[in-house]
């Protein structure tokens, strides 16, 4: 059993920056792959980046080259720290702790708009 608990969600304007926090407790010894997915008004769920518990990381094209992916493995946390925000990059963001199965935090409602 895993719980996440993220932080950081907002309001921020086009071209600006914010961050966002999950920390996972419960059974996460070892570490697991890490990630964040996200979900616009009327739309599926949406990739965005996950990071390995080796430090490999992966991005959605509509982040790449903006957005980086960061865990600190002796918190247990993983931190999305977002660049160069646009108007479609806002949705709730969902913490993601890969596993069998994986876990999902609650959610963290971005907004984009000036």
């Known amino acids: 059993q895993v719980q996440l608990v993220e932080s950081g969600g907002g309001l921020v304007q086009p071209g600006g920056s914010l961050q966002l926090s999950c920390v996972a407790s419960g059974s996460v010894f070892g570490g697991n792959t890490m990630g964040w997915y996200r979900q616009a008004s009327g739309k599926e769920r949406e990739f965005v980046a996950h990071v390995t518990n080796n430090g490999r990381t992966t991005y959605g094209s509509s982040v790449r080259g903006r957005f980086t992916i960061s865990t600190d493995y002796v918190k247990n946390t993983v931190t999305l720290q977002m660049n160069s925000a646009k108007v479609e990059d806002a949705a709730v963001y969902y913490c993601?702790?890969?596993?069998?199965?994986?876990?999902w935090g609650q959610g963290t409602q971005v907004n984009v708009s000036s």
């Open positions: 993601t702790f890969r596993g069998s199965p994986d876990y």
